[in-house]
């Protein structure tokens, strides 16, 4: 209660908007990412647990979509 604030920011009040848009590009990247971790995750043990591949081949599975899902979608 110490600190004395200009308003609520839906009348106006200061925003820093250039933090605000450098998080949310954080979060888009940390998403799209995320997602392509967890596809190729899915189909790494897909491939490890119904196509014979094992641990070893679900692991390469894994690491080989990893990589190409990445450069894919910078």
Do not use: C, N, Q
């Amino acid at each position: 209660m110490s600190e004395h604030h200009s308003g609520p920011v839906e009348t106006g009040a200061s925003m820093d908007y250039k933090e605000h848009e450098k998080t949310y590009d954080l979060f888009i990247a940390g998403t799209k990412y995320g997602t392509v971790i967890l596809v190729a995750l899915m189909l790494a043990m897909a491939a490890g647990f119904f196509g014979g591949a094992g641990l070893i081949g679900g692991l390469l599975v894994w690491i080989i979509l990893s990589v190409a899902g990445m450069f894919m979608m910078r």
